[in-house]
């Protein structure tokens, strides 16, 4: 389901940025359901470091909005007894990169509750985190490892780019019975507005979404580089009379094989955007499942166009080291041309 068909006819919307999206989310399940509750640091009083949770405690009180001590760890390991005890929690951790000291519990075990129970238990819980560099923010606040997650098999990686989007994958991500990771791309938080539908609606996990058809390249993306990599297709058409194909994943984990087969045997060319650094990213994966899947078709090599392979840098390189539209469109012009 796309942005744009989750606005359904007749059904009344209103225009939100991406974080309004994501508190839209958590507000209309916490009220559809009082299983659902948030809890983290400063989720509460504060709303959340970027106010994602405003509001919601005054509404639904301290019982299900809970203002936890900063402890990544704890936070996550209460939230799986909570799931496991038939709530279904949605904890925040402030910035990404503040999620290592909550690895263990996540892959030893949120990830493994259905396997190591036989399928008698599953953990249905969400882990929301802002992710992703641009906003000039010190260390460990602009990390992009999604890999770390879509490589631990239990765990849904999601990742949204348009408020829409955010609301309906938070939604489906809540009601599903696995523990997913949800990744917020801070970049975008405020950075836009469309019409979101103010019903409850789920846009589903593991299906990716064409934001642009094209017939000379598929060019796979998620998150914030979405919006740059659009612009880089429109200039290409303009300037190169290049007609890119803007595929916008969504979800890294199940990944949506099936469209990402279905563009590239159509188009023959591939390149994947991606801010996190190249080597071992999710963007290998990608180009692998196209050799496995559709060789066959392949016109040129498959370009990767990512974040370096170095700590995210401080203000001044920043821009440098994220892949901008110029970049972009370098990438996709050498592939098209090969």
């Known amino acids: 389901m796309s942005s744009a068909a989750a606005t359904e006819a007749g059904s009344p919307t209103e225009r939100l940025t991406l974080v309004e999206g994501v508190r839209e ?60 005890s038939g709530l279904r929690p949605v904890a925040e951790m402030q910035f990404m990169g503040f999620m290592y000291p909550a ?4 892959v030893s075990h949120a990830a493994r509750l259905r396997s190591r129970s036989h399928g008698q238990y599953t953990c249905p819980m969400v882990v929301r985190a802002p992710y992703g560099g641009g906003i000039r923010a010190p260390e460990h606040h602009s990390e992009s490892k999604e890999a770390f997650f879509v490589h631990e ?6 990742i949204p780019s348009t408020p829409a989007d955010a609301k309906g994958l938070l939604t489906a991500a809540i009601r599903d019975p696995d523990p997913v990771v949800f990744l917020e791309p801070k970049l975008i938080y405020r950075a836009f507005r469309e ?17 642009r058809e094209g017939s000379d390249i598929s060019v796979y993306t998620w998150g914030a580089m979405t919006r740059p990599t659009l612009i880089a297709a429109d200039n290409l058409a303009d300037e190169h009379g290049v007609d890119c194909e803007v595929v916008d994943l969504r979800t890294l ?12 045997e159509k188009t023959g060319r591939a390149a994947v955007v991606h801010e996190a650094p190249k080597t071992a990213g999710v963007g290998a994966e990608i180009a692998t499942t196209i050799q496995e899947e559709a060789l066959m ?24 080291y994220l892949p901008q539209a110029v970049r972009i469109q370098d990438g996709i012009l050498e592939t098209v041309e090969f």
Do not use: C, W
């Not at 009082?34 to 809890?39: A, E, K, S």
């Open 25 to 84: 989310g958590l507000h209309t399940e916490m009220e559809r359901d009082d299983r659902v509750m948030v809890l983290g640091e400063d989720v509460g009083k504060n709303g959340g470091v970027f106010r994602a949770t405003e509001g919601l405690m005054e509404e639904f009180g301290g019982g299900r909005v809970v203002d936890t001590p900063l402890a990544e760890s704890g936070i996550v390991g209460s939230a799986i007894g909570l799931a496991l």
């Open 103 to 106: 690895f263990d519990q996540l």
């Open 153 to 158: 098999p239990g765990l849904k990686v999601v």
């Open 253 to 264: 984990s199940p990944l949506d094989v099936g469209t990402v087969v279905a563009s590239f």
């Open 297 to 320: 078709y392949q016109k040129a090599p498959i370009k990767r166009i990512a974040g370096l392979d170095a700590p995210m840098p401080l203000h001044a390189l920043e821009d440098y």
């Open 195 to 211: 019409d979101v539908p103010q019903n409850s609606y789920e846009v589903s996990l593991g299906e990716a979404s064409v934001r």
